[in-house]
């Protein structure tokens, strides 16, 4: 069975800062692209960070750059987002996404509310 399970969302105030973890099992990890959507409420699906399947190509949206870091572990089929200087706009429910070219799959989500 495919899996991804996010894991460390939670409630932090402005200027703290979250690990998130996306696992994923059924599926030969390595292989896939990995990214973070993020889903604020009353907004469209925005497209966080990527890394590739090796690690060695990242990507980031502009509001993220400099205080978000995405990294994966193959060898624990894991992918991570460090969030620092965390804004209330960053709240939302943050998705991992597993990509090639013929197959997808997403998480549930985990959620990440930033106070003022």
């Known amino acids: 069975e495919v899996q991804l399970v996010e894991s460390g969302g939670g409630l932090v105030q402005a200027g703290g800062s979250l690990r998130l973890s996306c696992a994923a099992s059924?599926?030969?990890?390595?292989?896939?692209?990995i990214g973070w959507f993020r889903r604020a409420p009353g907004k469209e699906l925005e497209g966080v960070s990527c890394?590739?399947?090796?690690?060695?190509?990242?990507y980031y949206v502009d509001s993220g750059k400099g205080r978000f870091t995405i990294s994966r572990d193959n060898a624990k089929n894991t992918v991570y987002l460090q969030m620092n200087s965390l804004k209330p706009e960053d709240t939302a429910t943050y998705y991992c996404?597993?990509?090639?070219?013929?197959?997808?799959?997403w998480g549930q989500g985990t959620q990440v509310t930033v106070s003022s």
């Open positions: 890394i590739s399947s090796r690690g060695g190509s990242t």
């Open positions: 996404n597993a990509v090639t070219r013929t197959s997808y799959y």
């Open positions: 059924g599926f030969t990890f390595d292989d896939y692209r």
